[in-house]
C-alpha cells in the first residue's frame, strides 16, 4: 500500500467512526427499542430452541433412574 491510500484509509475509518458516533448520539430511543425487543424475541427463541433437547433428556435421565430404582428394590427384596 503506497502512502496516498493508507492516508485516506485512514480518513475514511475516521469519518465513519465519527459517523457511526454521531449517528448514536441522535437520542431516538425508538430505535434502540426495537432493535432491544427484537434481540430479546431472538434470544428468547434460541432458549426455546436449545432447551427443548435438554428437558428431553432430563426426562429421558428420570425416567431411566426411576426405572433403575424399581430394579434395585426389586433386586433387594428377592436378595432377603
Same mark, same amino acid.
Given at each position: #500500500? ?6 485516506? *484509509?485512514?480518513? #475514511?475509518?475516521?469519518?465513519? =467512526? =465519527? *459517523? #457511526? ?7 431516538e430511543? !425508538? ?11 431472538v ?7 436449545l432447551?427443548?433437547?435438554?428437558? /428431553? ?8 433412574? /426411576? ?9 433387594? !427384596?428377592?436378595?432377603?
Amino acid at each position: #500500500m503506497n502512502r496516498k491510500s493508507l492516508i485516506s *484509509l485512514l480518513g #475514511m475509518l475516521l469519518l465513519g =467512526t =465519527t *459517523l #457511526m458516533l454521531l449517528g448514536g448520539c441522535s437520542g431516538e430511543k !425508538e430505535e434502540a427499542g426495537v432493535v432491544e425487543q427484537a434481540s430479546d424475541k431472538v434470544a428468547g427463541k434460541a432458549v426455546e430452541y436449545l432447551n427443548k433437547p435438554l428437558d /428431553a433428556a432430563k426426562r429421558s435421565q428420570a425416567a431411566q433412574d /426411576a426405572e433403575t430404582q424399581k430394579l434395585e428394590d426389586v433386586l433387594e !427384596e428377592s436378595g432377603e
